[in-house]
T-cell receptor, first 114, second 110 residues
Framework: EPEVTQTPSHQVTQMGQEVILRCVPI?????FYWYRQILGQKVEFLVS????????KSEIFDDRFSVERPDGSNFTLKIRSTKLEDSAMYFC????????????FGPGTRLLVL | RKEVEQDPGPFNVPEGATVAFNCTYS??????FFWYRQDCRKEPKLLMS???SGNEDGRFTAQLNRASQYISLLIRDSKLSDSATYLC???????????FGKGTSLLVTP
């Protein structure tokens, strides 16, 4: 069964550094998403991406965050000038089409900012 | 008012029991509704979509009441493997992104 993959599984960084989280969505999917989940809290939407541009973003997705699809398979989330409060599990998801379609989640990258 | 509200539980039930979870959502424009399951420190996985007519998948039955903005999930004949957190999920506004409830924790005991 096709699945979303994410690397690395864990990332530790110092406050103020930049991190790049990588995702490989399911190959025939067209919509890509990043969500995050702070420990003990709910899953929160960050950004959706379609046709090589951001289609929607939340208030969490400030100008320190950016997304990119550098080639035909990878989808990345970059966080610049990391803050302690960025520590969370970051999930990538993809879906074949739009809002009524199932989103499939990757296993997540656990980010710890020290 | 929170966008998606759920009773956090935990629900502790014996094997074989029937358990029901409820959820309310605030955005009347929402069009897509789901129940996801999340095991500890794992990714959310789709359990089932929820339709206005109600739908059933084996031991699981989901109902949607648009007028009351209320979603339910019924699990019959609970198994130990059903122990997890159940997430009520609604699409944001008219877009593609999803709003998650905080989840209801279920523990099924022998």
């Amino acid at each position: 069964e096709p699945e979303v993959t994410q690397t690395p599984s864990h990332q530790v960084t110092q406050m103020g550094q930049e991190v790049i989280l990588r995702c490989v969505p399911i190959s025939n999917h067209l919509y890509f998403y990043w969500y995050r989940q702070i420990l003990g809290q709910k899953v929160e939407f960050l950004v959706s991406f379609y046709n090589n541009e951001i289609s929607e973003k939340s208030e969490i997705f400030d100008d320190r965050f950016s997304v990119e699809r550098p080639d035909g398979s990878n989808f990345t989330l970059k966080i610049r000038s990391t803050k302690l409060e960025d520590s969370a599990m970051y999930f990538c998801a993809s879906s074949e089409a739009g809002s009524k379609e199932t989103q499939y989640f990757g296993p997540g990258t656990r980010l710890l900012v020290l | 008012r929170k966008e998606v509200e759920q009773d956090p539980g935990p629900f502790n039930v014996p094997e074989g029991a029937t358990v029901a979870f409820n959820c309310t959502y605030s955005n009347s424009a929402s069009q897509s509704f789901f129940w996801y399951r999340q095991d500890c420190r794992k990714e959310p996985k789709l359990l089932m979509s929820v339709y206005s007519s109600g739908n059933e998948d084996g031991r699981f039955t989901a109902q949607l009441n648009r007028a009351s903005q209320y979603i339910s999930l019924l699990i019959r004949d609970s198994k130990l493997s059903d122990s997890a957190t159940y997430l009520c999920v609604v699409n944001r506004h008219s877009g593609y992104a999803l709003n998650f409830g905080k989840g209801t924790s279920l523990l099924v005991t022998p």
